[in-house]
T-cell receptor
Framework: DAKTTQPTSMDCAEGRAANLPCNHS???????VYWYRQIHSQGPQYIIH???NNETNEMASLIITEDRKSSTLILPHATLRDTAVYYC????????????FGSGTKLNVKP | DTAVSQTPKYLVTQMGNDKSIKCEQN?????MYWYKQDSKKFLKIMFS???????INETVPNRFSPKSPDKAHLNLHINSLELGDSAVYFC???????????????FGPGTRLTVL
């Protein structure tokens, strides 16, 4: 089962940064943190992943604390199309791609 | 071009029937998956196939049988459908075959199964 804790929902104003927290206090040294999102009625979409260092791509930034017990996904300029459920997943390495999705955070981007 | 496609998109059927959902990926990936998303929106992995071989089977009733004729296809056959099988089923694929490192899964659009 998922080993992450996320807030149930968050609101964000359009054009502002959305910061989505995730707690993974039991993460082990070889486990990656992945973020996916699911826009209503669609299949989940990969956003970003990281192990220790902060990561940035064209969609978002991932900030992982030094002790790796928590992370934050940052959408720098949220748009209405970013309204979705965001899943933080700790991937169990060496387990052939087992992904355990938790309940996620419903991000509501408002105009 | 659709990367991961599923058919049908909607499936309404009676209890006790047998049905199949088809999945195809044109990404050249070696690993494919089936997930179930229930009414509470929890997304749970059911099966994973790597190069036509089963590598994950998560306590799924044996009424569910995945079939992989080739590495681009992973179909899901369900026997004796029950009310509790009503859900959205997602197919996915990924390139990573070793279970290590980077693993981006590409999901299909989902199949909404309703059992009456």
């Amino acid at each position: 089962d998922a080993k992450t804790t996320q807030p149930t929902s968050m609101d964000c104003a359009e054009g502002r940064a959305a910061n989505l927290p995730c707690n993974h206090s039991t993460i082990s040294g070889n486990e990656y943190v992945y973020w996916y999102r699911q826009i209503h009625s669609q299949g989940p979409q990969y956003i970003i992943h990281g192990l220790k260092n902060n990561e940035t791509n064209e969609m978002a930034s991932l900030i992982i604390t030094e002790d790796r017990k928590s992370s934050t996904l940052i959408l720098p300029h949220a748009t209405l199309r970013d309204t979705a459920v965001y899943y933080c997943i700790v991937r169990v390495e060496y387990n052939f791609n087992k992904f355990y999705f938790g309940s996620g955070t419903k991000l509501n981007v408002k105009p | 071009d659709t990367a991961v496609s599923q058919t049908p998109k909607y499936l309404v059927t009676q209890m006790g029937n047998d049905k199949s959902i088809k999945c195809e990926q044109n990404l050249g990936h070696d690993t494919m998956y089936w997930y179930k998303q229930d009414s509470k929106k929890f997304l749970k992995i059911m099966f994973s196939y790597n190069n036509k071989e089963l590598i994950i089977n998560e306590t799924v009733p044996n009424r569910f049988s995945p079939k992989s004729p080739d590495k681009a296809h992973l179909n899901l056959h369900i026997n004796s459908l029950e009310l509790g099988d009503s859900a959205v089923y997602f197919c996915a694929s990924s390139q990573d075959t070793s279970g290590r490192g980077y693993n981006e899964q590409f999901f299909g659009p989902g199949t909404r199964l309703t059992v009456l």
